[in-house]
């Protein structure tokens, strides 16, 4: 393997930026970033301990799997703890004090969320929207 085979730092850049503008990758901190295709595809068995949650499901005719990831990529900042997997993620907005847990099953062309906290409902909107603004795109 010879020069042909490596890249610069500034074509690793160039790619890292196209791949954040594209929503497929995003910072964790200065030196790393997270590609949620390459993700766990299964989570483990997720403890929730959700008072009286809201429980949402959506059907779809056909689920692609770029709705999960690029929904993660959106909502990077709420994610608990690089609490994320391919087709889970925990979340939590501070500023509403509500948590949210976002399944997929593409089998069954579904996504499941549950949310609680003193916004539930508001937070649902937010999240539902991310969801509508990348659908909107495919």
């Known amino acids: 393997s010879g020069q042909d085979d490596e890249y610069s730092?500034?074509?690793?850049?160039?790619?890292i930026n196209l791949m954040r503008h594209l929503e497929?990758?995003?910072l964790v901190d200065k030196t790393a970033i997270l590609v949620p295709q390459l993700l766990d595809p299964e989570p483990?068995?997720?403890?929730?301990?959700?008072?009286?949650p809201l429980r949402f499901r959506l059907?779809?005719?056909y689920l692609d799997e770029a709705i999960m990831l690029r929904f993660m990529v959106v909502m990077r900042d709420d994610i608990v703890d690089k609490k994320?997997?391919?087709?889970?993620?925990?979340?939590?907005n501070e500023s509403l004090n509500t948590e949210a847990l976002m399944k997929v099953d593409y089998q069954q062309?579904?996504?499941?969320?549950?949310?609680?906290?003193k916004k539930s409902r508001e937070y649902f909107a937010m999240l539902r929207k991310a969801v509508r603004n990348i659908e909107a795109t495919l």
């Open 59 to 61: 059907h779809y005719e």
């Open 84 to 92: 994320c997997w391919r087709s889970a993620v925990l979340l939590r």
């Open 44 to 52: 483990p068995e997720i403890e929730v301990n959700f008072k009286n």
């Open 9 to 15: 730092m500034e074509n690793y850049r160039d790619l």
């Open 24 to 26: 497929l990758c995003f």
């Open 109 to 117: 062309h579904l996504i499941m969320m549950q949310v609680s906290g």
